[in-house]
């Protein structure tokens, strides 16, 4: 006799209708915050007696079992595919080419910020449209190198129209987040475990599941960041919803 509490490595792969892997391989490894199969009360169909002396008595009963679920909550959101879900998104490619910009005419408004058209620029210069002395950074306006903004200050020379603005734009490459895009994912999920109650390994595999991300998702706070996905555990012929392994040395 003994508990279940679990640790769990946890690896997801995109699977079609009939539980084939699409993706090529797994994703993860994967943290559970949390993982939770639960079977709701089923629903009971009765025939009950209306005999005198077997009045109100169940005479036969059917038990139709009601759909199981699954959630799965992780805090793994620095991975840009696991973010993905947590948004109903996918991952595409994000890329700036660097760029040399010479005195592009640029429209600003005081004491608003403008937005180039690049970001992580650097050698920045803001003049009158058209040439002139440039302005003065920190008295004539601020700039957020990273975000590629510039705001004229209130006191500064500069007014309400347009500017000149030169500057160097670095190459960057990584992910973008596409989010309501992919309101659910097809997926295989495979446990890798141990009971932690008796040190015994454990794996858990749900061939076919659909899940969506439910709940927020605090992108600031005091803790780290984590999501749940929740859905339901499709019957696949010749397979269990789900199968719990206690592999033992033969």
């Not at 690896?11 to 009939?18: L, M, W």
């Not at 992580?120 to 601020?142: C, E, H, K, M, R």
């Not at 009971?195 to 998702?217: D, K, Q």
Request: hydrophobic fraction near 40%; include cysteine.
């Amino acid at each position: 006799m003994a508990g279940l509490i679990c640790s769990l490595d946890v690896r997801i792969a995109y699977v079609d209708a009939a539980g084939q892997l699409t993706g090529g391989g797994y994703i993860g490894l994967i943290n559970p915050v949390n993982f939770t199969f639960e079977q709701p009360e089923p629903e009971r169909i009765q025939r009950t007696s209306n005999l005198r002396d077997s009045f109100g008595n169940v005479l036969d009963e059917v038990v139709r079992p009601n759909p199981a679920t699954i959630t799965m909550g992780t805090d793994e959101t620095g991975d840009s595919q696991v973010m993905a879900w947590a948004f109903s998104g996918e991952v595409t490619g994000y890329t700036q080419s660097g760029a040399t910009v010479t005195e592009a005419t640029t429209a600003v408004t005081k004491g608003l910020w403008t937005k180039l058209p690049h970001r992580q620029i650097s050698s920045l210069v803001v003049q009158p449209a058209g040439g002139g002395t440039a302005y003065v950074l920190g008295t004539d306006y601020i700039v957020d190198l990273i975000g590629g903004l510039i705001l004229p200050t209130q006191s500064g020379a500069i007014a309400t129209g347009n500017v000149d603005v030169s500057y160097t734009a670095a190459a960057l490459t990584g992910d973008t987040i596409v989010g309501g895009t992919v309101p659910s994912i097809s997926v295989r999920i495979d446990g890798e475990g141990r009971n932690l109650a008796t040190n015994e390994p454990i794996h858990i595999v749900v061939p076919r599941a659909v899940l969506a991300a439910s709940g927020g998702l605090p992108l600031i706070g005091q803790e780290f960041t984590s999501f749940e996905m929740a859905g339901s555990p499709i019957k696949l012929p010749g397979l269990p919803l789900i199968s719990i392994n206690k592999p033992r040395a033969a």
